[in-house]
């Protein structure tokens, strides 16, 4: 299962409403699960690289604190 391997956001139940007509008519509803936004990135940890897939939220904050690699091996 897709899962953020730093803060372990995971993919979430949750409904489709349909509507029709105007105001609050509800037609039906249908089940969707909503998937995180995970991304492969690699980064430095105790001077070693590792891959992990993380979602948009985390590679946010590793950006801002400086721990990515990008392909050429330097830190971002």
Do not use: F
């Amino acid at each position: 299962m897709a899962r953020c391997q730093i803060c372990g956001k995971k993919p979430v139940r949750g409904n489709k409403v349909i509507r029709t007509g105007t105001g609050k008519w509800i037609k039906k509803r249908v089940a969707v699960l909503r998937k995180p936004n995970l991304q492969s990135v690699t980064i430095i940890k105790d001077g070693q690289k590792k891959k992990l897939r993380v979602c948009a939220k985390c590679l946010k904050k590793l950006r801002k604190e400086g721990k990515l690699v990008d392909y050429k091996g330097k830190i971002k």
